[in-house]
């Protein structure tokens, strides 16, 4: 039986090899659980949510937390667990399409860059310098100026703004790999330049890349909040983490639970995120393997 | 062109621009392949030997290596006049290559499948059902059962490794294949091995190769010619027999003077004095000259030229010019 058992394991791929041991690490796997949870709530927020995130009640104004109301209601007496579990659409789809976007452009770019080098290489390393010398949240919140606030246009400024740091990482991933003998005998084989950057080399820089992105998701959930904090971002009635914390900072003396809730709300997500991608690090580091 | 050649080299010179100076890798290199020939091209580290290869195929590190000079015709064509797109068709088609380390040169994140699936799909499309089909023969025929087509190479041993680097190379029945010291990485149970299924699988596929090597059983193993390579030259070519009766060069001999004798008892092994010439200042006239026993004066001042001592088999080499041809 044990013989049986063996011979499954050994066709096992690369990437159960990194489940096997991420499953080691209970902080990464506490983060990976919080993160589950989190799609679910945004995906159900509809049957989660106890009331409607817009609809006001002005008899019950600045509830405190209790039964009917779990994190109490805010200036317009809407109810803050329902305005927290319809962000946590907002705040996914933001920082998971933000670095989705500067990820396909910075990690086109970095590619390009790290595969051809030369002058090509140089022009666009110098244009992502550029970029680079500009404060991140001072780029995003000129961004977001020139296009106008709204969703789609904070997903934009978010993800232009982080595209250095994607297309500086692939490019030196890119140019580790490049100089390995299998690209050689790729080229040796007859592939063109883009399919041996897509099918041998990108694999084989998968690993820094995934632990950038999910560390890269909560920075971008941040800097999205802290734009609709500013009143850049979101706008009202939306309910947005960053704009419920900016809405309820003038009664923070009196009422601090309209501040505290969402701030521990992103803070968790950021946490766990951050605990994931860590894990991610350790268990994709080859240098770990045993 | 001769038809007879499958690959005829001439004058072929290539150089690298590094911040040191121009390193002289190939200098006036000649060869000739026949269909169905195995060459063996021997030479010290660093004599060349992988530069030809690169120059053959196009593939030298841009932009610091660079074809000076000569021309190479594989099946009557000059490949240096080819562009880029239509090399890519003869890459892997007609010409493959087979690396030294099988460590390095198989992708570590694809399973062997399909990488061999990767190099017929380049030259030889069809369906999903036959490119894996194919794949799968082709393991086969280098002794690998075709159930292991969805492991990935760090759960093969080395040999197991360079088995499919064979397939790789022979799936779409390439005319020349380019074994650059393919059995080096290997410890030597496993290079006779490796060896014995080159030799099978050549004549089967009936592909011309050279084979890159400084290892002389190798070449009596395996090889019908033998080209001696010294500082970026070729100092003698010959058929095996031939060259292993009687060596002319004095480099040659000396090579052959460096394999331990098993029968006599001997405590040091006999070597060739001095180091191999530093690429970026080759020494005027024939480059072997200062490491040379029969050193003349003529030797410092000018190339020897071609001097046919046999029936294929000649030698670049004063000595035998002036007795005249033995």
């Not at chain 1, 991420?22 to 989660?48: E, H, P, S």
């Not at chain 2, 074809?67 to 490949?79: D, P, Q, S, T």
Request: hydrophobic residues 45%; proline residues 5%.
């Amino acid at each position: 039986m044990n013989t049986v058992k063996q011979k499954k394991n050994k066709k096992k791929s690369i990437w159960l090899d990194v489940w096997r041991r991420l499953r080691k690490n209970k902080m990464a796997v506490g983060g990976l659980v919080i993160i589950i949870l989190l799609f679910l709530t945004a995906i159900f927020a509809d049957w989660i949510a106890p009331y409607s995130y817009e609809s006001q009640d002005l008899l019950n104004m600045f509830q405190t937390p209790s039964f009917e109301h779990w994190f109490g209601t805010d200036e317009f007496g809407r109810d803050i667990f329902s305005r927290i579990v319809y962000g946590s659409r907002i705040s996914l789809e933001v920082g998971f399409i933000a670095v989705g976007i500067s990820l396909i452009i910075g990690g086109s770019i970095g590619a390009i860059a790290g595969y051809y080098g030369g002058r090509l290489e140089n022009l666009l390393m110098r244009c992502m310098d550029v970029l680079l010398a500009i404060p991140e949240i001072l780029l995003a919140i000129a961004i977001v100026a020139a296009l106008g606030p709204s969703i789609a246009n904070l997903m934009i400024a978010v993800g232009i703004s982080s595209i250095p740091g994607y297309a500086r990482l692939v490019r030196a991933s890119v140019m580790s790999i490049r100089e390995q003998e299998f690209i050689e005998a790729a080229r040796a084989a007859g592939s063109s330049d883009f399919r041996i950057i897509v099918k041998h080399i990108l694999p084989n820089c998968m690993a820094p890349i995934i632990v950038q992105a999910t560390i890269g998701v909560a920075i971008a959930i941040l800097t999205a909040a802290g734009l609709s904090f500013i009143g850049l971002g979101i706008q009202p009635p939306t309910p947005e983490w960053g704009s419920m914390l900016s809405g309820g900072r003038s009664y923070i003396r009196d009422y601090p639970h309209m501040t505290l809730f969402p701030g521990i709300a992103m803070m968790v997500t950021i946490l766990a995120l951050n605990l994931l991608g860590d894990g991610l690090r350790d268990a994709l580091d080859p240098k770990l393997k045993n | 062109m001769a038809e007879k050649h499958l690959l005829e080299i001439k004058n072929l010179t290539i150089h690298y621009q590094t911040d040191y100076g121009t390193v002289h890798a190939v200098e006036g290199f000649n060869l000739e392949v026949g269909n169905g020939e195995t060459l063996g091209l021997v030479g010290e580290t660093g004599a060349g030997k992988t530069t030809t290869a690169f120059g053959i195929m196009q593939l030298l590190p841009e932009p610091a290596g660079k074809v000076v000079a000569g021309e190479i015709y594989f099946r009557g064509e000059n490949l240096l006049g080819k562009s880029k797109t239509e090399m890519k068709k003869i890459l892997g088609k007609q010409i493959a290559m087979i690396f030294q380390d099988p460590m390095t040169s198989l992708n570590p994140v694809m399973t062997v499948g399909a990488q061999i699936e990767e190099m017929i799909k380049l030259h030889e499309p069809g369906t999903k059902e036959e490119i894996k089909e194919k794949a799968k023969k082709m393991l086969e025929v280098v002794g690998i059962p075709a159930v292991r087509q969805d492991e990935y190479p760090h759960q093969f041993s080395g040999g197991m490794k360079q088995r499919v680097v064979i397939a790789i190379a022979l799936s779409c029945n390439p005319m020349l294949l380019i074994a650059d010291e393919p059995t080096t990485a290997l410890d030597v149970t496993i290079q006779a091995q490796v060896l014995d299924l080159m030799k099978k699988l050549k004549d089967d596929f009936k592909t011309s190769m050279i084979m890159i090597t400084h290892d002389l059983g190798v070449v009596a193993e395996i090889c019908d010619k033998v080209a001696i390579m010294y500082g970026g030259k070729v100092v003698e070519y010959a058929t095996k027999e031939s060259l292993y009766t009687k060596p002319y060069h004095p480099y040659t001999v000396g090579l052959f003077n460096s394999i331990p004798d098993l029968d006599s008892e001997q405590d040091r092994l006999n070597v060739i004095d001095g180091l191999p010439p530093d690429p970026t200042d080759m020494p005027s006239g024939c480059s072997f000259h200062p490491r040379c026993p029969h050193k003349m004066p003529i030797c410092s001042q000018k190339s020897p030229s071609k001097v046919v001592v046999g029936s294929e088999h000649h030698v670049y080499c004063y000595l035998y010019e002036q007795e005249g041809a033995l």
